[in-house]
């Protein structure tokens, strides 16, 4: 009884922080990545990854969330969250 009670307080704690945690810059296109990329990590993945990524390296990430992670992203969405992280988290 004890163990279920702990764990239901660390995902709930866990989804909490992720939400206060990271606010991504504004324009168009944050809607969709805040949707479609706080599914299973936090937005802050990006904000890391922001030094390191171009568009072509935001588009091949893109890709690999929804080929290798599985990641239910609709392919219409896919330019519009690939032109927001470029522009506002590319290198
Ligand atoms: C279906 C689940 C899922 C979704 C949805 C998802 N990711 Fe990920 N993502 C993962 C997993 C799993 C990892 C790697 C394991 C880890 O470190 O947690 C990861 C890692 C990352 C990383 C770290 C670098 C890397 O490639 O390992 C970045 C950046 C990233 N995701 C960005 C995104 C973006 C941007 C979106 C939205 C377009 C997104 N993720 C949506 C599952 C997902």
């Not at 990590?41 to 568009?55: A, G, K, T, V």
């Not at 893109?62 to 506002?88: C, F, Q, S, W």
Request: proline fraction near 4%; aromatic fraction near 6%; hydrophobic fraction near 45%.
């Amino acid at each position: 009884m004890r163990t279920i009670a702990w764990l239901l307080l660390l995902a709930s704690s866990g989804a909490g922080a992720a939400e206060d945690a990271v606010r991504l810059a504004d324009g168009p296109g944050r809607e969709a990545v805040e949707a479609n990329c706080a599914i299973c990590h936090s937005l802050d993945y990006i904000q890391m990854n922001s030094p390191f990524l171009d568009r072509t390296g935001w588009e091949a990430s893109v890709t690999k969330m929804i080929k290798a992670m599985g990641a239910p992203i609709r392919a219409e969405d896919v330019p519009a969250i690939v032109e927001y992280l470029n522009k506002h988290y590319g290198k």
